[in-house]
């Protein structure tokens, strides 16, 4: 079995080249190449550590604490799946997307970047579950970051530089609070590795373990967007480009937290429980509300996975195996949806140049797959059975309800009153999407994609000139559907949240020995 | 097995017809397209039916599990659930066969009938669930696809789905919260072990559960004051669509109130439920009944749209059957349940009448419409029958069930309630009178001369609708026999019966009897009118007010705002009533939340920083502040 170092080796061996070389076309089929092996290797890891127990990664046959310590369990090998997975299903979508996502100079040689800059925030991802060491962790948590900050303001229009640079100083702040926490706690253990750090603030002041944890789990929270901390996401995710929109809300912030939630328990034992739980309904209560007076699809969706990290969040703070278990099939859950409906609305934005919902009226008739598994994401999402949404739902409300404490009885009030929140918002979306195209509508959307956007197929754009011309009530719009590729992406991610829903007990059992692995450590 | 052939007809149904929506789409051959959706539907619904009625002997008896969706869930016939699955599959086909020709502009509604599949799916699957957490997904599954069926329409159509969305919504997750309280108090969701173990519970555990459940059944029965998002969804539908939600949509909420009553937890817990006298659930449920046959019956008086108007009445009627099942008595049961049937009849035939009329004319505004009597028939005497029947006038199926509920309502000790309920027959012959007035009498608008009756593929279903009333007024002891049959089953003292009416034990009721002298009656005045001397037939503008002679121009236009008077007391009160402005104001609440949450994300970059260094020492104080 080839060693999972591989998993960041070869990320950052590609980018590098991909930089080299400097073509386009070469970057994509590098990227696409080197991340198709990944995910192709991940499921074997996966049995191998289902079957065998953990995989202690030993580099230089240098033991920790001297040498830089790697693990795969079942928990880090059930990351490392989702990741190349929806890693190598962005990148199929971005090959035909990325093109018209950049409109600035320059944007054809700044292809290889995006490309550059996707492999090497996977390769952040995959070091981040995989780490052992606390300054490790830093490392790559970093990796991630700087990547994703840059990637956010990849189409260099005004909004999303802005975006970037706020979640650029956030970062920084979280990043500075980590930093602190990792040199407190190195001042009492003497180690890096988190066993170790774990051991000696136990016998720490308590005072003193609690600072470390919260500045740690503060910092860390800034990329999990915890409330109050993720204030940047609804700009950073509704102005990046959506297959990077599709990364940050699909993995990104749920890798963070479920580090976050693990070193919770290794380091910190349960000092922060009660007060994640705390934040975490808020973020279901402020996340659900605010989507719903959004009037930007992305910026709606953004807030949604606010509401959606707050969900997963107050599982995993009920502190029970089954509560981890619960919150994983959210998360997991939450990946295919949420991907899916950012995907999906990167192409609503292309065809017609506005960011705002008002502007998809009727959009259906031209886009009918698209519009297809935006509804059925939509209601995966909300939770209407038989979609994965519903199950995982369901399993958290009997979780919280198991727990028998206040905060459990909060939760399901607070997760039942979110949903119909949830429903009510995106469900105007898709009312909109199937909504009748009023002339007006049609002309601004034909103005837009002759406009601006040169883009997918001059058969379509000439046949919408020709119908802005004549006198015709009813408009009628060419189909532009999504590409291929596209597709393709956006039907695996849909996918699976119709599998999950229909072998729902399969992926139950499949989730158990990942939840007990975050419960275990 | 038969249930699961009930089952599964309807989503091979769904599905076959999504498959064939994505293989030939309505737009490339609009016609072909819809033909064969029209073939399937009509087949499919038809052998669904000929399935219903043949699993009869299926009721009772067995259990059936079916992996839907990757786990077991149980499904089974009772004598309760067949009732409703007979109806439900019945009114399906007849509206299919009315829609054939009465839904107009095939491109406006592509996936009609595909939804229609979904919701009958939906609907047969609460029918048969056999244990709380398959009637809850079953019941999802349900609100989801009334959703998808209501958007099929226009742009207002889609609005009005988006209302129902919210109240489906909130009343899902009352019955989820409700089904997570039973499972974690009872440790099963097997109706049978819910019972036993409700039979030891206090009676404040059973009233809360039985809350749980109830409101989101109340909501789908669209109950005082839970009946805002009907009218606007189902008044917005295609008419011959309207007829279908009105007559057997919202009716799935009575079953789940018989059955949550009556047989899912066993008979006990209404006498727990109800032992207390300040928290007494079946007082209560009367209560919101008999508001639910007043206000909205009132509110339908003043409607200017035939739709609408109807729309209203089947919320009212609504109220007659809950008061009549909360009652709890044989007769109040039966009478309850009759109901059901009686309403599906009636309000089906009526609004049927009302689509012949919009498909002629295009409008089912009552100011514009008058005097189509002689250009269509039919629709006339289908209306007339109708409205007979809504009003609870004999010789009409809607006379026997309303007699039932009247005197259960005397002889429970409900005066009060009785009285609502007479209140509320009043307000339903005013405004019956209203609508049959101001379609088909009085003077015809000069645009309508050329009026002529609807085809065939309408006339069809609305005269076998006028059989079905009339025949079931007839011998009402053809559907009294099942209700007896559902009570004998759920064990409750079982209606005596007979074919014409009601046993002399119960009270004696004898349609029979009632008809002939009603015949006779009808023969007797029209001897008398024969016997008056002579007739002169004048033109309808062979007319005269305060010496001014009226043409064309000029209609004596008693249609316009009928009962104004009464709208210009009672209106304000109606229009815009405490209801109403409780949801507006709900509705407000978490608009102004989600604006000033919406703005603590300021989009500046120094407050955030600040919510970072303020989360910390809060987080700090609250979780060191102890030590």
Redesign the interface.
């Known amino acids: 079995m080839v060693s999972p170092m591989i998993l960041i080796a070869l990320p950052l061996a590609t980018a590098f080249l991909i930089v080299l070389i400097g073509s386009r076309v070469a970057a994509r089929w590098l990227s696409l190449a080197a991340v198709a092996l990944l995910a192709g290797l991940a499921p074997f890891w996966f049995a191998e550590v289902l079957r065998n127990g953990p995989m202690a990664i030993v580099l230089a046959d240098v033991l920790p604490p001297l040498g830089i310590a790697f693990g795969l369990d079942a928990l880090s090998a059930g990351f490392v799946l989702l990741i190349a997975a929806s890693g190598l299903l962005v990148l199929l979508y971005s090959v035909p997307y990325i093109p018209h996502a950049g409109q600035f100079e320059g944007a054809k040689k700044a292809e290889t970047r995006y490309y550059a800059l996707f492999l090497l925030l996977l390769a952040g991802s995959f070091g981040l579950v995989m780490t052992r060491d606390i300054f490790n962790l830093f490392v790559f948590f970093e990796i991630l970051c700087i990547s994703s900050y840059i990637l956010v303001a990849y189409s260099q229009e005004e909004r999303s530089l802005e975006a970037g640079i706020k979640y650029m100083i956030l970062g920084s702040i979280g990043s500075a609070f980590m930093l602190v926490a990792i040199g407190l706690s190195y001042r009492v253990a003497g180690s890096l590795a988190m066993t170790d750090i774990g051991q000696a603030l136990a016998t720490a002041p308590h005072g003193y373990a609690l600072l470390v944890a919260v500045l740690f789990t503060l910092g860390f929270g800034i990329e999990a967007a915890i409330f109050p901390l993720n204030t940047w996401l609804p700009d950073a995710h509704s102005s990046a480009p959506s297959s990077i929109s599709a990364v940050l809300s699909g993995f990104v912030i749920e890798v963070a937290l479920v580090v976050l939630v693990r070193i919770g328990i290794t380091v910190f034992g349960t000092l922060m429980e009660p007060a994640m739980g705390v934040l975490a309904l808020a973020g279901v209560v402020v996340g659900e509300l605010a989507a719903l007076g959004q009037k930007e699809l992305k910026r709606t969706l953004a807030f949604s996975s606010i509401g959606q990290v707050g969900i997963m969040l107050f599982a995993f703070s009920l502190g029970t195996q089954s509560g981890d278990w619960a919150g994983l099939g959210q998360l997991l859950m939450h990946t295919g949806a949420k991907s899916a409906l950012f995907l999906v609305s990167g192409y609503f934005i292309l065809r017609t140049g506005s960011h705002e919902i008002e502007a998809y009226r009727g959009l259906a008739r031209r886009m009918p797959a698209a519009a297809a598994f935006f509804s059925l994401a939509a209601l995966s999402l909300v939770g209407m059975p038989p979609f994965f949404g519903f199950f995982t739902k369901f399993r958290i409300i009997e979780v919280a309800a198991a727990a028998r404490s206040a905060l459990g009885y909060a939760g399901i009030v607070v997760i039942l009153f979110g949903t119909v929140i949830e429903a009510v918002y995106l469900f105007r979306i898709v009312r909109v999407l199937y909504g009748g195209v009023t002339a007006a509508a049609a002309a601004s959307a034909n103005g837009a994609t002759i406009g601006g956007l040169g883009a997918p197929g001059s058969i379509a754009d000439s046949t919408l000139l020709s119908v802005a011309g004549a006198p015709s009530s009813v408009p009628t719009l060419a189909r532009a559907d999504l590409p291929a590729l596209a597709w393709i992406a956006v039907a695996a991610f849909v996918a699976l949240v119709l599998v999950g829903g229909f072998a729902f007990p399969w992926f139950d059992q499949a989730l158990q020995p990942v939840a007990a692995a975050l419960a275990a450590l | 097995m038969s249930i699961t052939t009930l089952l599964l007809l309807p989503l091979a149904g769904f599905l076959g017809g999504i498959a064939l929506a994505a293989l030939a789409?309505a737009?490339k051959s609009p016609r072909a397209s819809g033909a064969i959706q029209k073939f399937v539907a009509v087949a499919g619904f038809a052998l669904l039916f000929v399935e219903a009625l043949a699993t009869r002997s299926a009721a009772d008896a067995s259990r059936v599990e079916l992996w839907?969706?990757?786990?077991p869930l149980h499904f089974a016939m009772t004598q309760l659930s067949w009732y409703f699955i007979a109806m439900v599959t019945g009114i399906t086909l007849v509206t299919v066969l009315f829609s054939l020709q009465g839904l107009r502009d095939d491109g406006k509604y592509p996936l009609y009938y595909v939804w229609l599949f979904a919701k009958t799916f939906g609907m047969l699957g609460v029918l048969l669930a056999n244990d709380l957490l398959s009637f809850f997904?079953m019941w999802?599954?349900m609100s989801?696809c009334t959703?998808f069926l209501l958007?099929q329409g226009?742009?207002r159509a889609?609005?009005a789905?988006?209302g129902y969305?919210?109240y489906a919504?909130?009343a899902g997750?009352l019955l989820?919260?409700g089904l997570?309280y039973v499972?974690?108090h009872v440790g099963s969701v097997e109706f049978d072990a819910i019972g036993k173990a409700f039979a030891g519970f206090s009676a404040g555990s059973v009233i809360a559960a039985l809350v749980l459940i109830l409101i989101p059944m109340l909501i789908e029965a669209a109950a005082y004051p839970a009946h805002w998002w009907l009218p606007s969804a189902y008044a917005n539908a295609e008419t011959g669509i309207s007829a279908y939600l009105a007559a057997i949509s919202t009716r799935i909420g009575i079953y789940g109130m018989t059955f949550f009553l009556f047989a899912g937890f066993g008979l006990s817990v209404i006498n727990i439920a109800s032992a207390n006298k300040f928290a007494n659930v079946q007082e209560v449920l009367m209560v919101i009944g008999a508001f639910t046959m007043v206000v909205p019956t009132f509110t339908a008086l003043f409607q200017h749209d035939a739709k609408e108007l109807m729309t209203w009445h089947s919320i009212g009627q609504g109220g007659y059957m809950i008061v009549g099942i909360a009652s709890s008595t044989t007769l109040g049961v039966a009478g309850g349940l009759f109901h059901v049937f009686n309403h599906m009849t009636y309000v089906s035939l009526i609004l049927f009448s009302i689509a012949a009329v919009e498909y002629r004319t295009g409008t089912t505004n009552l100011n514009k419409l008058g005097g189509l009597i002689k250009r269509q028939p039919i629709a006339y005497l289908g209306l007339l029958f109708g409205i007979i029947g809504l009003a609870g006038i004999p010789p009409m199926n809607g006379f026997v069930s309303k007699w039932l509920i009247y005197r259960a309502l005397i002889l429970s000790g409900h005066p009060f309630i009785a009285l609502s309920a007479f209140i509320a027959t009043l307000g339903t012959i005013l405004s019956v009178y209203k609508l049959i007035h101001n379609m088909f009498l009085g003077q015809l608008p000069e645009r309508y001369n050329d009026i002529k009756e609807v085809g065939w593929g309408m006339r069809l279903p609305i005269i076998f609708m006028m059989a079905v009333v009339w025949l079931t007024g007839i011998f009402p002891g053809t559907i009294l026999g099942v209700i007896a049959g559902i009570q004998k089953s759920l064990g409750l003292e079982a209606l005596q019966y007979t074919t014409y009416g009601v046993a002399q034990g119960a009270g004696q009721l004898n349609m029979l009897v009632i008809n002939i002298i009603f015949i006779a009656a009808l023969l007797v005045s029209w001897l008398i009118y024969l016997a008056g001397g002579k007739r002169k037939h004048i033109g309808q503008y062979d007319n005269y007010a305060a010496g001014h002679f009226l043409d064309a121009s000029i209609p004596y236009n008693y249609n316009y705002d009928f009962y104004a008077g009464m709208d210009h007391i009672f209106g304000p009160a109606l229009h815009k009533p405490p209801v109403k402005r409780l949801e507006q104001s709900i509705g407000a609440v978490?608009?102004n939340?989600?604006?000033y949450?919406?703005r603590?994300?300021t989009?500046n970059?120094t407050?955030?920083?600040a919510?970072?260094v303020?989360?910390?020492v809060v987080?700090?104080l609250?979780?060191?502040g102890g030590?």
């Open positions: 789409p737009s839907l969706f990757g786990f997904i999802e599954v989801w959703y958007q226009g742009e889609k609005r789905a988006g969305l919210v919504v909130v997750m989820f919260a997570m499972l974690f978490v608009l939340a989600s604006e949450l919406r603590l994300f989009g970059v407050t955030y920083a919510y970072v303020a989360a910390a987080v700090l609250a979780l060191g030590r």
